[in-house]
Antibody, heavy 121, light 112 residues
């Protein structure tokens, strides 16, 4: 069974930093591209960042470019999101989401349960 | 701000049919990119509902169907059930944006 479990969320002051983690199990993590998607309270979904299976290709949404860094450790089956210079508008539930392959290519076929990041003084 | 527009809400009585539109442009849906749909039940993570415009993953009831035409896509729910009350999001690819993944604005489906 595919499982994605996020951790690392919490309350942080504006300008602060936080590192999110996503532990993957139930599939060959090193073969899949991964993403972070966020959802502000009461709002819609926003794609945040993508990383290829090897980590060699990375993309960011304009809203986080230059402040967030996505990375992965295939030996530890883990995905990370380093968030710096946090702003109030970064307050959201952050989901780890697997990129679909084959027939479901282009989708986010599995999601974690999410971790809440609150940026407030 | 999302480049895919959905109605904020739709509602219907049990057993009825409702549809949700997802309107894009020539840089996303109109460019031929596939549209996918997600269902988000209250307090839970999104779940893939429709992929490749009109295909259902295993386990998704055939009450859910998707279609795409021109710069828009639609999700239809027939035989609406109380358990279908949720938020629904379309998702596609946009060639004008960094990273290119885009979601719709989301639609709340209410079962009357």
């Amino acid at each position: 069974e595919v499982q994605l479990v996020e951790s690392g969320g919490g309350l942080v002051q504006p300008g602060g930093s936080l590192r999110l983690s996503c532990a993957a199990s139930g599939f060959t993590f090193s073969s899949y591209e991964m993403n972070w998607v966020r959802q502000a309270p009461g709002k819609g979904l926003e794609w945040v960042s993508y990383i290829s299976s090897s980590g060699s290709t990375i993309y960011y949404a304009d809203s986080v470019k230059g402040r967030f860094t996505i990375s992965r450790d295939n030996a530890k089956n883990s995905l990370y999101l380093q968030m710096n210079s946090l702003r109030a508008e970064d307050t959201a539930v952050y989901y780890c989401a697997r990129d679909g392959r084959g027939a479901v290519a282009g989708t986010f076929d599995y999601w974690g349960q999410g971790t809440l990041v609150t940026v407030s003084s | 701000q999302s480049v895919l527009t959905q109605p904020p809400s739709v509602s219907g009585a049990p057993g009825q049919r409702v549809t949700i539109s997802c309107t894009g442009s020539s840089s996303n849906i109109g460019a031929g990119y596939d549209v996918h749909w997600y269902q988000q039940l209250p307090g839970t993570a999104p779940k893939l509902l429709i992929y490749g415009n009109s295909n259902r993953p295993s386990g998704v009831p055939d009450r859910f169907s998707g279609s795409k035409s021109g710069t828009s896509a639609s999700l239809a729910i027939t035989g609406l059930q109380a358990e279908d009350e949720a938020d629904y999001y379309c998702q596609s690819y946009d060639s004008s944006l960094s990273g290119s993944r885009v979601f719709g604005t989301g639609t709340k489906v209410t079962v009357l």
